[in-house]
């Protein structure tokens, strides 16, 4: 039995966010409360032809465990190269997995018929998954939309329902609303009902206890996606384990922020890429405005600390 099916419900995820979710985050995810979670999205082209840049990304540490790697592109037999690298790659495999990217909007991914476009080619995206699942031992999923241009999920999860896929998380928005909008809960519980013996999670909008818990109930999955509710926000996933809300006080977001740093730091050079983090702790602070101006600057920890005196 692979890691998905042994984790307790409902399953709280890190969903993939490019420029967000790395290994420093991912972390700090796991440790306050996130069942597993999932890497920013990585190119097939770019595993195959090392890319410096991207082969750092595949970086991990066993603690951030279960850990999916998620992979975007558009041709059958990249997924096949890229997941053969991964396969040899990666140490210690037991509680990793393999996502495909079926519903990134960007333009740039788009045009070359990656992400959301693939959703609407249904036979590519079934080579595509048949490709990862015949190479890999990794237990694979699916993140979707529900509807790019004529394609629904539904339609979707009819199509690879007999792929030996373990899960799948469908943004309940369509590829036409972007970021915004509500979510379509009656199609994320029916996709659940044709996928019984998948894991099912349901993701988009849930900042708070109230939007989890409406979303468990009217999808009926297996689990949650939490995306943009938790940067600067990660104590959503205690909230929600324990049911309970959560306000952290100046000196616990103070904490989190050096902490999230310092394990940065254990990568990167400087903190100039994780400002975009440090905003979002903040931004419900009296002071917001003010300390925000001197975070977008902050380069090291020393500065660091020395703004969040005034937290
Ligand atoms: C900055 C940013 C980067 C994202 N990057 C990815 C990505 O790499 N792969 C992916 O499947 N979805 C990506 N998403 C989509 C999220 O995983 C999620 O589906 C979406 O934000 C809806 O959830 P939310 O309303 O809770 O934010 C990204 C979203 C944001 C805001």
New binding site residues.
């Given amino acids: 039995m692979n890691f998905w099916f042994t984790i307790k419900k409902p399953i709280l995820a890190l969903?993939?966010?490019?420029?967000?979710t790395d290994s420093a985050f991912r972390l700090i995810c796991r440790q306050i409360g996130s069942d597993v979670v999932y890497s920013?999205?990585i190119s097939t082209d770019a595993i195959v032809f090392k890319n410096k840049k991207t082969i750092r990304m595949l970086k991990y540490s066993s603690k951030e465990c279960p850990l999916i790697f998620?992979l975007?592109g558009n041709k059958p037999e990249r997924f096949k190269e890229a997941v053969i690298f991964l396969n040899k790659k990666l140490k210690n495999k037991k509680n990793i997995g393999i996502d495909i990217?079926f519903?990134?909007p960007a333009h740039k991914v788009t045009k070359t018929g990656s992400g959301a476009a693939l959703m609407n080619e249904l036979d590519t995206a079934y080579k595509i998954i048949n490709a990862v699942c015949k190479n890999t031992d990794l237990p694979v999923s699916i993140?979707v939309r529900t509807k790019v241009k004529n394609t629904t999920c539904l339609e979707f999860a009819e199509t690879v329902k007999n792929l030996p896929i373990s899960a799948m998380m469908i943004?309940g928005?369509s590829l036409k609303q972007g970021?915004s909008g509500n979510i379509d809960f009656a199609t994320i519980k029916k996709v659940k009902q044709i996928l019984p013996d998948k894991i099912v999670l349901a993701?988009?909008?849930?900042?708070s206890l109230e939007t989890a818990l409406k979303t468990l109930s009217a999808t009926c999955c297996d689990g949650l996606?939490?995306?943009?509710?938790v940067l600067g926000n990660p104590w959503l996933f205690a909230s929600i384990r324990q049911n309970k809300k959560n306000n952290p006080p100046p000196d616990e977001i103070k904490k989190m922020i050096i902490c999230h740093a310092e394990l940065f730091l254990q990568d990167n050079e400087n903190l100039i890429n994780l400002r975009k983090h440090f905003v979002r702790y903040i931004h419900k602070q009296k002071n917001a405005s003010a300390l925000r101006q001197r975070l977008v600057n902050v380069e090291n920890l020393d500065e660091l600390k020395k703004i969040l005196k005034d937290l």
Avoid: I, S, T, W
């Fill in positions: 969903a993939p966010m490019a420029g967000y920013e999205m998620q975007f990217n519903g990134c993140k943004h928005r970021f993701n988009g909008g849930v900042d996606g939490l995306a943009r509710g």
